[in-house]
């Protein structure tokens, strides 16, 4: 195993570079809205010179962090793993983990990937070998469509259809007759081969989300799953859901521990987990 090989090289410097990266459409989903992306820039450079880079990207309603938090926190981590070895450094990060996420979950994932991408590079091995996935040659993956007005839909997907995305993610407001609209107008453009993935990022009620399912329903989509229809702690309401729908329920923002995930999977509340 990779991590068994100690680092000849100690970390020799690191940084943390707040970034404003412009978005072709405002990202909105059912809580925020964002022009922009505001992120954080982690580079981590050993004793040889090799630099190791992370991201910290907060979305303040879903990590409940800002780029300013997770700026500050990464930078204090930073300066407690300077003149450790990579290895130590990923035994220290681990176990100062549950503090640091309490104030900026994004400042943590920022360093550590920057860690684990200058491991890699001391082994002489792809990142995705240190994970055993370094055969894959391919990667399948969506877009996501975000709230907005139908008219506004045939610009966004002028942009993106060269791609041949064969899945859309649709965020959806829990504003059932908008929503509806949107998807619809979408579902006139796209090629018919087409499959939906709709996220409310805790935007719904169980009714509302009944009521969604069964207006686009008409549209013959073919919908894979319905992600976070309700707010996160709704745990009653994600098992009345689950069964008054035949679409699998899916929860992210609900699982943010391992004792939700326990509390999740003890009641088969749900179809699918996303753990982030």
């Known amino acids: 195993m990779p991590m068994t090989k100690t680092s000849?090289?100690?970390i020799a410097s690191s940084?943390?570079?707040?970034?404003?990266v412009p978005i072709h459409v405002p990202f909105t989903i059912s809580r925020e809205s964002l022009a922009c992306a505001e992120i954080a820039v982690v580079e981590i450079t050993n004793s040889a010179g090799a630099v190791g880079l992370g991201e910290c990207a907060p979305f303040p309603s879903l990590t409940y962090d800002d780029v300013a938090t997770a700026h500050r926190v990464a930078s204090h981590l930073l300066a407690d793993l300077s003149g450790r070895n990579t290895s130590d450094a990923l035994s220290h990060l681990?176990?100062?983990?549950e503090a640091v996420v309490r104030d900026s979950v994004t400042a943590y994932v920022g360093v550590e990937s920057a860690l684990w991408d200058l491991r890699a590079q001391e082994l002489g091995l792809p990142l995705a070998a240190l994970f055993g996935t370094s055969s894959?040659?391919?990667?399948?993956?969506?877009?996501t469509l975000p709230i907005m007005a139908p008219e506004l839909i045939a610009d966004f997907w002028q942009i993106f259809a060269p791609y041949e995305f064969r899945t859309i993610k649709v965020k959806v407001s829990g504003n059932v007759g908008q929503d509806s609209a949107m998807i619809a107008a979408l579902h006139a453009l796209v090629p018919s081969h087409?499959?939906?993935?709709?996220?409310?990022?805790?935007?719904f009620t169980v009714e509302s989300a009944v009521r969604l399912l069964t207006e686009v329903s008409k549209l013959g989509l073919a919908i894979e799953f319905f992600e976070q229809p309700l707010p996160e702690r709704a745990v009653a309401g994600l098992e009345q859901l689950s069964k008054q729908v035949s679409i699998p329920i899916c929860v992210d923002e609900t699982v943010r521990t391992a004792m939700q995930l326990q509390e999740i999977l003890r009641g088969s509340l749900?179809?699918?987990?996303?753990?982030?």
């Open 15 to 20: 940084l943390v570079t707040p970034v404003t």
């Open 94 to 97: 681990a176990k100062v983990r």
């Open 136 to 143: 894959q040659k391919f990667l399948d993956t969506d877009i």
């Open 8 to 10: 000849p090289f100690s």
């Open 270 to 276: 749900c179809g699918l987990i996303i753990l982030t």
């Open 194 to 203: 087409t499959r939906y993935i709709l996220d409310g990022n805790q935007g």
